[in-house]
Each structure stands twice: as structure tokens, then as C-alpha cells.
């Protein structure tokens, strides 16, 4: 492990050696910036400013390149594929493997398993993965904190005989790459409702009805004054919330925090019986926040009556039959600049239902329209979710088992054991 381990308890046949020895450290530099012929040469350069490509495996791309007349000129290397990098300063402990030769920035480390009986280097970067809180505790420094060169000299990894290295390297690749398509089609799923949105909630793509007929007719434009009356919630703070009390509640931090464009099951309990009553098709806005305005442009449908609704909530309540997931899709989504420019205030910053009464939407004339559309934008919605939900299981169970196989709790047996 990254911090001290008993060596009584390293397990059979493995080795808990300085990181130095089992592989060639290397530290990365930044060519001057004063000769442009150092740049952009088409040498890919592992910078700060990849930081989000980082703890993904391999990295493909980097966002700056360097020359070879800027390795030739300073002290920066090129490291060969399937290098291990590890981030010390801003995302510290991120890492990953580069995909082919590179260099990277003095705010890397980079080892290179170049001995192949030794240490595998996908085995190094699941280690180096499993150890990343070790390393963000390793950091030091007042306004920028960073993890000191001699640290990593005095680096002890525990590892197993280079066959298991690889047996265990395989089977979490096998993960990753579950993880990895869970991922691609939740970005699908995504996507794919973001262009539907931008088409059916404004009208531009129509759908068919339940008589298989497209549905026509030229929407209406109205004020949310004469869709909706406007409430404002009371009472009820963070302290008030209570995991056994009696009835159902909804703060106006959970508007932007737990709920999307509906909300089909309420989470929160208090004792308190004191606050507006909800009634189903209600739309939820916060109206306070202290953060930036785009925080309160989250409109959520409550489709449950009887829920207390805290302070800092604007109640929009239909006037008339409306589709209220509809509206909160299209408040949410197609007007939610325009409403984060409602919101007034520096240190907290408001968003007042009289301001909310002037703002301008359209909308089919249909009821049934609405709700046609509404049904397909949460069918996406359930698909995402079940696709999160499996992320979510996949990369836990990962992070349980590599806790397992990198620590020697459990052993794998490989091809010379099995014989």
C-alpha cells in the first residue's frame, strides 16, 4: 500500500518493495515558452490542462504538443508507451497510461515498467487507482498543494509475481470495459434526450397520436400569470428533516440537488406539520440560492398531494388542465437562461414569482400532445437512470474487488499454477 504496511503481512510469493526498483521513475518538465519552435511539434505533452482526460486508462490525447527541438532543449523526455503517470499537484493522484510515446509536464510523475518480469504497468495504474486518497492525503501547501519528489522516492507498492500481475490487470480491464459501454450508452441516452427536447419542446417535431395520426395545429403563446397561480412554500430547514418522522417534505436545495423535471416519490420526512400543502401537478422552483442564477432555472413537478413544501419555494399551481411534467421540461430546458436572468441579488441571490408571471411560453394546444410528449421524454429518463444505476453497481463492485486482488485478500490463479 501507499502508507506504511506490516511486511508480516505481505502475502505468499509477493513483494513489498520501493516503487524505485521494481520500475524507472522519471519526472516531466515545461519547455520554454519563449521559443515557439519548442511547440507544437506534434510531441503530444501531458499537462494540468488534461486533468479530466486523467483516471480513464489510457490517455489518447493531450491539449498541447510540444517539438523534439523542445525535449532536445530542456528537460523534458519522451516516455514510451504504456508509461504509468500519476498527477502531484492539481488532481493529485489522478492517473493513467499513455496510449503511445509522450511527454508530459513537471506536475507529473511517470514510471516506466520497462523490466517485463517485474511490474506490469496496468497493474501499477489499478494500484496507483486504489491508493488515490493515500495520495490526495500526501499533499501539502497553503494555496497550492502539491506532493513532494521525495515521497515518491521513499513509494513502496505491493505487488505479486508478474503472472498475477497480469491475471489480475485482466480482470479488471474486463471491468473497465463494462464500465466503459455503461458510460457510452448513458451519453447516448443523454444526448439523445437533449436533441428530442430541443425539437418536441418546441414544437419543431411533432408526434403521433393514439390514433397514429401526427398531431397538427399551431401552438399558443401564454404567460406562466395565466397558466398558473403562484404560492410561495413556508417553514422547514436542513434541521427539521428527521429519517422517522411523519410526513413527506421538500426543501428548495433538494430542487437542484436530488430532484429532476419530476418528482414521483418524495424522499425527505420531518415531524413538523407546519408549511404549504402540495397539491399533484404542482411545479417547484427555488427561489433562493447562493450560488449564480442558473441554480434556480430548475423546474420539478410534484405529482403527490399532501407534501409540505418548505421556504424559499415559488408554487407554481395550474389554473387550468395542463401537463405539468411538460411545462417543467420546457421551463427547465428550453427557458432556463431566461429565468436564471430573473434572479437578482449578489451574496443570496432571489428569483420572485412576480418576475415569473411576465415570462412568455409556448405550448400545444392539446392536452394530449403535452402528455405525449412529456411520456416520451421520461421513457429516456427511466432508460437513463436503470443505465445509472448499473454504473453506479459496476464501479462499486470494481472498487470492492480491486480492494481484493490488489492487496493479496484474494489470489487469482494463473496459467503455471493451474498446470
Not at 5 to 15: A, G, I, Q
Not at 66 to 87: C, F, M, R, W, Y
Not at 301 to 320: F, T, Y
Request: aromatic share 8%.
Amino acid at each position: 500500500m501507499a502508507r506504511k504496511l506490516d511486511e508480516s503481512s505481505v502475502p505468499k510469493r509477493w513483494r513489498y518493495e520501493l516503487l524505485d526498483k521494481m520500475a524507472t521513475r522519471c519526472s516531466g518538465h515545461t519547455p520554454s515558452k519563449s521559443y515557439p519552435e519548442y511547440w507544437n511539434g506534434g510531441i503530444k505533452w501531458v499537462s494540468l490542462t488534461d486533468s479530466y482526460r486523467l483516471d480513464q486508462g489510457y490517455i489518447y490525447e493531450t491539449d498541447k504538443e510540444i517539438s523534439a527541438e523542445g525535449i532536445k532543449n530542456s528537460s523534458a523526455q519522451l516516455h514510451p508507451a504504456e508509461t504509468v503517470i500519476l498527477s502531484r499537484d492539481a488532481g493529485i493522484g489522478k492517473s493513467a497510461v499513455l496510449a503511445e510515446p509522450m511527454a508530459v509536464s513537471q506536475h507529473f510523475i511517470a514510471w516506466i515498467c520497462d523490466n517485463k518480469e517485474t511490474l506490469h504497468s496496468w497493474f501499477l495504474y489499478n494500484w496507483l487507482q486504489l491508493n488515490k486518497p493515500e495520495f490526495e492525503r500526501q499533499a501539502v501547501g497553503s494555496t497550492i498543494k502539491t506532493i513532494g519528489l521525495p515521497y515518491f522516492k521513499k513509494l513502496k507498492v505491493l505487488a505479486p509475481p508478474f503472472s498475477e500481475q497480469q491475471k489480475i490487470a485482466q480482470i479488471l480491464s474486463t471491468w473497465d470495459k463494462a464500465i466503459t459501454t455503461t458510460e457510452q450508452l448513458l451519453a447516448n441516452s443523454q444526448q439523445q434526450k437533449k436533441a428530442l427536447m430541443q425539437q418536441l419542446l418546441t414544437g419543431k417535431k411533432r408526434l403521433l397520436d393514439e390514433n397514429g395520426v401526427r398531431f397538427g395545429g399551431e401552438w399558443e403563446c401564454f404567460t406562466l400569470n395565466d397558466l398558473f397561480t403562484f404560492k410561495r412554500g413556508k417553514g422547514l430547514s436542513k434541521s427539521d428533516i428527521s429519517t422517522t418522522g411523519k410526513n413527506r417534505c421538500v426543501l428548495y436545495g433538494e430542487l437542484y440537488t436530488r430532484y429532476a423535471e419530476v418528482i414521483d416519490n418524495v424522499n425527505s420526512r420531518t415531524d413538523k406539520n407546519e408549511a404549504e400543502l402540495s397539491e399533484s401537478g404542482d411545479i417547484l422552483i427555488p427561489s433562493s440560492t447562493t450560488t449564480s442564477g442558473i441554480d434556480l432555472a430548475n423546474a420539478t413537478a410534484i405529482l403527490e398531494n399532501g407534501v409540505l413544501l418548505g421556504g424559499d419555494i415559488n408554487i407554481l399551481r395550474p389554473r387550468s388542465k395542463l401537463s405539468s411534467q411538460f411545462m417543467a421540461h420546457v421551463l427547465t430546458h428550453i427557458k432556463r437562461y431566461e429565468i436564471a436572468s430573473l434572479a437578482q441579488g449578489i451574496t443570496i441571490i432571489h428569483l420572485y414569482g412576480s418576475d415569473l408571471k411576465k415570462l412568455k411560453v409556448w405550448i400545444p394546444r392539446k392536452l394530449d400532445e403535452q402528455i405525449k410528449i412529456s411520456q416520451v421524454l421520461s421513457a429516456i429518463d427511466k432508460a437513463s437512470l436503470k443505465l445509472q444505476i448499473k454504473l453506479d453497481i459496476l464501479k462499486q463492485e470494481k472498487k470492492s474487488l480491486m480492494q481484493q486482488l490488489l492487496t493479496g485478500k484474494r489470489r487469482v490463479k494463473v496459467d503455471e499454477e493451474a498446470a
